[in-house]
């Protein structure tokens, strides 16, 4: 080869920008290794089981032909290649694909794998539909809890409202003690100092608050003929019986 000539048009004109002789060489790499690749590929001894497949695969896409004997005793019978099959012509058309086992597992193992993927399925809606209906349970019992808590405190109000009913009803007739202690608004805890108070109010707290509020509003219809619900005293018991709706909230609703 000749040298090159530094002073020449040809040698000035070169690019000869940083950089790109790296770049140059690292394509030519490149390349050098993918021809590499594709004629070892080419050169490589396929292995039996490819071979196998490759013959496989080249006779199944192959149609049957006259030396085939089964074809050959299906065309004596008046068979036509892409006729169904049948009497009627309503059987198959296609041959019944083959399923190769290819594997080293054992017979039956793909039945298994498969009914043990349907089984964790199952498994893991069973688990869905649980939780489903535990988290319907929790919501029926917060509901639950809810409306007993409103009665509850419904109750509380009528039970105070009665109290204070009973306190100027005893009041007004000259009763200074009540018949029970919780008939009336309870008082202080600093002002309970008599012995016998405190034993009264120990029974009462055994009651319940519907119990309460069902001997005091019987205890105020019987006494002062007053009805808590309808907020109306009457004459007497003919005439709270008579124009009373009834006898209880549940009653006036």
């Known amino acids: 080869e000749e040298e090159e000539d530094y002073m020449s048009d040809l040698f000035i004109k070169q690019d000869v920008r940083p950089g790109l002789p790296m770049v140059r060489r690292v394509k030519e790499a ?4 993918e021809k590499q690749k594709e004629a070892n590929e080419k050169n490589r001894q396929k292995s039996i089981k490819e071979e196998e497949k490759e013959r496989r695969d080249l006779v199944l896409k ?5 030396e085939n004997k089964g074809f050959a005793l299906l065309q004596k019978m008046g068979y ?3 006729q169904a099959l ?4 309503e059987g198959i058309v296609e041959p019944i694909p083959l399923n190769i086992k290819t594997g080293r ?5 793909e039945e298994l794998k498969k009914r043990k993927a349907e089984e964790k399925l199952e498994n893991y809606r069973q688990k869905l539909h649980m939780k489903k209906q ?6 029926d019992q917060f509901r639950v809890r809810f409306k007993t808590k409103q009665e509850e405190r419904k109750m509380e109000g009528d039970l105070r409202k009665s109290q204070r009913a009973c306190q100027q009803l005893d009041t007004q007739k000259d009763i200074d003690i009540p ?10 805890e600093e002002d309970r100092k008599d012995e016998e108070d405190k034993e009264d109010e120990c029974k009462g707290a055994d009651l319940s608050v519907s119990e309460k509020l069902h001997i005091l509003t019987a205890y105020l219809r019987e006494e002062h ?3 808590i619900w309808c907020g109306t005293t009457y004459e007497d018991s003919e005439d709270l019986s008579s124009n009373c709706p009834g006898d209880s909230a549940a009653d006036h609703d």
Request: net charge negative.
């Open 30 to 33: 490149i390349q050098k290794e």
């Open 62 to 66: 192959s149609a049957l032909g006259n």
């Open 80 to 82: 036509k290649s892409g």
């Open 86 to 89: 049948g009497k009627s012509g």
């Open 105 to 109: 597992s054992g017979l039956g193992h």
């Open 134 to 139: 535990a988290n319907e349970q929790a919501a």
């Open 179 to 188: 018949k029970e202690t919780w008939f009336w608004i309870e008082p202080e």
């Open 225 to 227: 003929f007053y009805c």
